[in-house]
């Protein structure tokens, strides 16, 4: 299936990875507003300026967006630094406000993407209206619910149209705020291979050390730019203050990250080959993410074991362990010898980690 999303040629080059939307998560005050906007304008890279005026918090009576009289910080912010400024819109009230106030760039949610009645709310109040949307990821990893939302938009007329990478929620335990599942955006762009796709790498790591390497992992995946929430003291910020960096932090992460030229410039666009070894990336990155996951379970064995005082090595389970993946390796046409090696080696790296749970003085 491919996608038939009528995108504008002339809004985005697709070649271009240095799309760069950044901001606080939340429009403060005027002051902070102000001032983060003043520090951005002097990024050369950063092309949009964000902040959220209409909050969706997970628990009420929490700090839910200063509403409408964010949006004339933003015009003061625009008139000031010059940057295109971009909001989240989570209903027609909001898509109204926001194009009254002369807000170049919209977004919508990852919570409000999930929910077909209120996309196609936000098309009807778009029509006729000529502004580039972005649209996030829905919360829960459902490549057709994000498709579907893109289309409802792009049927009411909007050609300047993105999708956002933000991560996705899930039960398993990962190192994320939200779980990255590469393949997803990967899939969305094998789908619809002219359509711009950024990054948000704030809202998949949910705290600044991650941010680094997610933004290099996306660029590498060749997505089409960044969305990061920046605040001028992400330690006060009055929502995701663990995932908020300081302008400067911002200029140094962007300038760090290497714009690979793989082997794109000589195949052609949208070529089989490249498109292949994205997909093998992002399997790649679903690989060493489990890999981590099953080391973080194989420590909690091994505290158990030691609470329990119990072996770490325990054959008959270890046999059983093998049969099992071996024969469920040859069902998936795997060549079992290959997977028995794999194993081995899983195996040793288990007991070696155990034995340091049980024992951290050893040297093993
Ligand atoms: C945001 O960008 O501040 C936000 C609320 O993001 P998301 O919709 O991805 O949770
Ligand atoms: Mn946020």
Excluded at 23 to 49: D, H, M, N, R, Y
Aim: overall charge neutral; glycine content about 6%.
């Amino acid at each position: 299936m491919s996608s038939n999303l009528d995108i504008a040629t002339d809004w985005l080059d697709l070649n271009d990875r240095r799309y760069i939307i950044a901001g606080p998560c939340s429009a403060e005050s005027e002051e902070q507003v102000l001032q983060t906007a003043q520090a951005l304008a002097k990024i050369s890279q950063v092309k949009v300026f964000r902040a959220g005026i209409w909050k969706p918090r997970t628990r009420p009576n929490t700090f839910e967006g200063v509403g409408i009289e964010g949006l004339r910080w933003l015009q003061l912010a625009k008139k000031e630094t010059g940057l295109q400024t971009a909001v989240e819109v989570a209903n027609a009230g909001h898509v109204y406000e926001a194009l009254k106030y002369g807000i170049d760039v919209l977004w919508v949610g990852a919570r409000t993407s999930a929910n077909p009645f209120s996309v196609q709310e936000i098309a009807n109040a778009l029509r006729g209206a000529d502004v580039p949307v972005w649209v996030k990821n829905p919360v829960n990893p459902d490549l057709q619910l994000w498709i579907g939302a893109l289309e409802r938009l792009n049927h009411a007329g909007i050609k300047r149209l993105g999708a956002i990478h933000r991560g996705f929620a899930t039960h398993e335990q990962t190192s994320f705020r939200n779980a990255p599942k590469w393949v997803i955006p990967v899939e969305l762009k094998r789908f619809a291979p002219n359509l711009p796709l950024i990054c948000d790498p704030s809202h998949i790591a949910g705290n600044s050390e991650l941010l680094q390497s997610l933004s290099q992992k996306a660029l590498d995946l060749t997505m089409n730019g960044l969305m990061i929430e920046t605040h001028p003291d992400p330690a006060t910020a009055l929502s995701d203050p663990h995932q908020q960096i300081k302008p400067a932090v911002l200029a140094a992460l962007l300038d760090s990250l290497i714009i690979r030229d793989t082997n794109g410039s000589n195949l052609p666009q949208g070529d089989v080959l490249s498109k292949l070894r994205q997909e093998s990336n992002a399997i790649d990155y679903e690989i060493l993410e489990a890999f981590a996951r099953r080391m973080q379970v194989v420590k909690k064995i091994g505290q158990y074991k030691k609470e329990h005082n119990m072996t770490v090595l325990q054959v008959k389970r270890w046999n059983q362990v093998v049969e099992d993946r071996l024969d469920k390796a040859a069902r998936l046409g795997l060549d079992t010898s290959f997977v028995k090696e794999v194993y081995e080696i899983l195996h040793t790296y288990a007991i070696r980690l155990q034995s340091n749970v049980i024992n951290p003085e050893d040297e093993n």
